[in-house]
Nanobody, 121 residues
Framework: QLVESGGGLVQPGGSLRLSCGSS????????IGWFRQVPGKEREGVSC????????SYADSVKGRFTVSRDNAKNTVYLQMNSLKPEDTAVYYC????????????????WGQGTQVTVSS
């Protein structure tokens, strides 16, 4: 019941904004994580935003380039991705967690279907 959108093809150095929405969950009461996965590799935590105070966390590989935020009125969480690199190419997923932020996929309870991000010239 989570739906990601906003993926696509972008050149290195470009930007994309991913959105995560839901028709069945109030996202403001959950921690929302962003993960990414490439074929043959484990799902990697990218960013997370907590429910209580909006604290954010980022993987070292994206710090300073990615920003996670909420728009509670729209029941949507965003991942703004700037200065994209070819190694950012992956399927990106959002997921919700009842018990707070984490970069461990097993601690998340519901997932979207993913959106492809391709960074290439």
């Amino acid at each position: 019941q989570l739906v990601e959108s906003g993926g696509g093809l972008v050149q290195p150095g470009g930007s994309l904004r991913l959105s995560c929405g839901s028709s069945g969950f109030r996202l403001d009461v959950y921690a929302i994580g962003w993960f990414r996965q490439v074929p043959g590799k484990e799902r990697e935590g990218v960013s997370c935003i907590s429910s209580r105070n909006g604290d954010t966390s980022y993987a070292d590989s994206v710090k300073g380039r990615f920003t996670v935020s909420r728009d509670n009125a729209k029941n949507t969480v965003y991942l703004q991705m700037n200065s994209l690199k070819p190694e950012d190419t992956a399927v990106y997923y959002c997921a919700l967690a009842y018990y707070g932020c984490s970069f461990y996929p097993r601690q998340f309870d519901s997932w979207g279907q993913g959106t492809q991000v391709t960074v290439s010239s």
